[in-house]
């Protein structure tokens, strides 16, 4: 119905302005191409064709000439393929392409079981460090994202890799006349390493572009191991791991999961807990406490 409606209003008027020329000569009865019409239209098509045809001539005669001096169209064509080829030495190696939009992303893993509050003197020295390398001149702005998002979207539609209330990202936006981003990266990623042996750094995409290549990972390699034996696979993804690290060129390889956590098991006494007036739906209760060091663990029963 709306194409009808289309062909019996808007259709008709567009004819009318449009190809007023054209129509003249119908009602006249010649017919035919309107080629002295004095429309725009007609003449944008007409004045298209022309430059065309000169484009189509001149190349008509290019491909004559160079069938008739095969011989020097040869040498040309070889030393073209040839400069083509030496390109090869300067173009990039890297499994995806990087883009420099002037953002660094950095991902610190604190020790299993370390306090958000001991969490925010890890990002501080860091943030310290960043400072140390990239010039006042150059940095704009460094921004911490310590602990678990607020809301799970962020989790379920975006890469953010945190898996508890200790980890985080540093944000860090540099000025638009800045030094090459993956130069800071690679300075970076050493000295962080170095100062903190004790946590698990790596650098994730922070443009969008090299996000969308990584699929929604926080890498754009990701080997997974799955199988019913939970320390099985564990023992395979480390094995992994080592095998990967001394692939030349790997940086960042690390285990995403943590199986260390610091863990206090209470089983409740029913019977206690009934006295007291307490009750527990299931039996026993697991409680996790971020304040328990990684070292110790205790079991207590009440």
């Not at 958000?116 to 460090?129: N, P, T």
Request: proline share 6%.
């Amino acid at each position: 119905m709306a194409s009808y409606l289309l062909s019996r209003t808007i259709m008709p008027n567009l004819v009318h302005y449009l190809l007023k020329p054209e129509v003249e000569l119908y009602r006249k009865g010649e017919g035919g191409d309107p080629a002295e019409a004095d429309g725009w239209n007609w003449k944008l098509h007409h004045g298209f064709n022309r430059y065309f045809q000169r484009f189509r001539d001149r190349y008509e005669s290019t491909l004559e000439w160079s069938l008739d001096h095969r011989a020097p169209f040869l040498i040309g064509f070889g030393i073209l393929v040839a400069g083509s080829m030496c390109l090869v030495f300067f173009i990039g190696q890297d499994f995806f392409p990087t883009v420099d939009s002037g953002q660094i992303r950095s991902h610190i893993q604190p020790p299993s079981g370390t306090r958000i509050e001991e969490s925010e003197k890890y990002f501080a020295l860091a943030d310290a460090e960043i400072r140390q390398v990239i010039p006042a001149t150059e940095l704009d702005m460094i921004l911490d994202n310590i602990g678990m998002p607020a809301s799970g979207i962020n989790l379920a539609f975006g890469d953010n890799p945190v898996i508890g209330n200790s980890d985080g990202d540093i944000l860090v936006s540099l000025k638009p006349d800045h030094a090459p981003t993956e130069g800071y990266s690679q300075v970076l990623r050493e000295r962080l390493q170095r100062k903190f042996p004790d946590c698990t750094i790596y650098f994730e995409a922070a443009n969008i572009t090299n996000q969308i290549l990584n699929f929604g990972l926080p890498a754009p390699m990701d080997l997974q191991v799955g199988g019913r034996d939970a320390a099985a696979n564990y023992k395979i993804a480390q094995n992994l791991m080592r095998k990967v690290a001394a692939i030349p060129g790997a940086v960042d390889v690390h285990i995403h999961q943590i199986v260390d956590y610091p863990q206090v098991q209470v089983h409740v006494d029913r019977s206690k807990a009934d006295q007291l007036g307490l009750r527990s739906a299931t039996s026993p209760i697991v409680f996790s406490f971020r304040s328990v060091p990684a070292a110790k663990r205790r079991r207590t029963n009440g």
